[in-house]
C-alpha cells in the first residue's frame, strides 16, 4: 500500500507533521487493530481515530492487553494524590508468577507468554472499572484498587491467587499447566503519607515475604487503625489545608 501521507489534505499533512502513517497503521495492526478507520481516509476524524488508537497502545501492554509499565506509574502517582484529597484508603498489589523461570525453561518460551497472559486473563476479569492492572515487568504485575478497606483488599488478593491457582493453561500440543502467584499488598493511606515509590517498595518487601514463607500466598501490610471518623477525618485536612482540590 502506498505511503498516505502525501495524499493528505495540507491543512491535515500539517498537523500530522512527520507521522508516517504506513507505519502507524502497521504498529496498529500488529497491535490487534485489523480493521482501518471508518471514517474517510485522510480526513481529520480518520487521523483522529489513528492518533487515538496509537496514543492507548503506548499504555498498553503488547504480550498481556494490560497496562505498561509507564500507564502504571502515572496511576499510581494519580492515586496516592487521590488518596491525600479524599481521606479514602486504596491497596497496591505486586503479583509474581511462581517459579517462571522453570515454565519457560521446561516447556519454552511460548508456554511462558501464554502462563502471563493467563494470569492477566484473571486480573481483567477481577478488577472493578476503577481499578488499573498493569503488567509491572516480565513476569511480574501489579494492581491499584482504590477506595479499598484492608479486609476487602486482602480477600481481593486471596481470589486473584485462587483463580490463577485453579486456571489450566493449554498448549497447543496439548500439555496442561498450572501456575501459581506470590502477592504482596501496601495499603495507600492518606496518614502514611508515603509516596509511589515508597509504596512500591513497601509492596515488594511484603511480595518476598510471600515467596519467603513458601510462594502461593498472600502478605499484606497491616494499616494502623483509624480511630477518627470520616467527618472528623475531613474537618482534620481541611484546618491545615490539606484537603484543597
Known sequence: MPNQTAKLPPAVATEVGDLDLEAALQLLRQAGYADRPQDAPGSLAWLQTVIDRLCEISLRDGLTGLANPRHFKAALEQEVNRVSRSGEIALLLLIDVDHFKQINDRYGHLAGDQALRTVAGVLAKQMRAMDTAARYGGDEF???????????????????????????????????????????????????????DELLELADKELYRAKAEGRNRVAMDVPEPLLVSADEKHQLLDRFGEHDE
Open 142 to 196: 501489579a494492581v491499584i484498587l482504590p477506595n479499598c478497606r484492608p479486609g476487602t483488599g486482602h480477600a481481593i488478593a486471596e481470589r486473584i491467587r485462587e483463580q490463577v491457582e485453579q486456571t489450566q493453561i493449554v498448549m497447543l500440543d496439548g500439555t496442561v499447566l498450572r501456575v501459581t502467584t506470590s502477592i504482596g499488598g501496601a495499603h495507600i493511606s492518606p496518614w502514611a503519607k508515603l509516596a509511589a
